[in-house]
Each structure stands twice: as C-alpha cells, then as structure tokens.
Nanobody, 124 residues
Framework: QVQLVESGGDLVPIGGSLRLSCVGSGFNFSNYWMYWVRQRPGKELEWVSAISTRAVSTYYANAVKGRFSISRDNAKHTLYLQLSGLRSEDTAMYYC?????????????????RGQGTQVTVSS
C-alpha cells in the first residue's frame, strides 16, 4: 500500500536551515505530483509547495517563496524540502502528500494522502 515517511524535522534557531525528506513507497513515485503541507499550532493544514513529476515545475506559497526549495529524486523515491531563513511562524508539523491522480496536477486538497509528519520548531 502507499506509504509516505517524512524525516529531518528538528529544533532550529531563527534564521537557520533544515532539509526535510519524504520517502514514498507502494506507488510509482515518478508518476505523481508531490506536495509539502504544514500544520502550525492551532491552525489548519496549509499548502506549502508542489513539484511536478519530473521536477520541471515547482510552486510555492507566498509565505515561503524565496526561502524554501522543493526537489525530488525519482530514482530514490524521495521528496525534499530545503528550508532556509527560518522564522518562528514556520514552526509546524510538516507533511508530504501525493496527488491522487497520476501524471496530472490536481491542486492541493486536504484529503490527499500524507505521511505521519515531521516536526520543525524554530526557536529564538
């Protein structure tokens, strides 16, 4: 069955950097758009970034544009999110998610399957 396993979350200082990883299994990873989403304390899930099947296209929420970078290694079935210039408001549980439809961009929906998450805490 489909599994998404995130890792890399940590406690980092303001202005710090971190790289999150997500390994996918149980599906043809290279055929799916992938997403990063996050849930900040007391807030709803919010979309962070998306990447196309061959990484030709990437999209970012305005809140992270210029600071976060999404990438993927299809040979390793792994999705990445490079976080830099971290702010206290970036503190959240970060999840990776897969598009339910292969080869097309459906646009983020909170019902998409996602992993168990990895916690990023930005402290002053």
């Amino acid at each position: 069955q489909v599994q998404l396993v995130e890792s890399g979350g940590d406690l980092v200082p303001i202005g710090g950097s971190l790289r999150l990883s997500c390994v996918g299994s149980g599906f043809n990873f290279s055929n799916y758009w992938m997403y990063w989403v996050r849930q900040r304390p007391g807030k709803e899930l919010e979309w962070v970034s998306a990447i196309s099947t061959r990484a030709v296209s990437t999209y970012y929420a305005n809140a992270v544009k210029g600071r976060f970078s999404i990438s993927r290694d299809n040979a390793k079935h792994t999705l990445y999110l490079q976080l830099s210039g971290l702010r206290s408001e970036d503190t959240a549980m970060y999840y990776c998610a897969k598009d339910p439809n292969d080869l097309i961009y459906s646009g983020w929906n909170s019902r998409f399957q996602r992993g168990q998450g990895t916690q990023v805490t930005v402290s002053s």
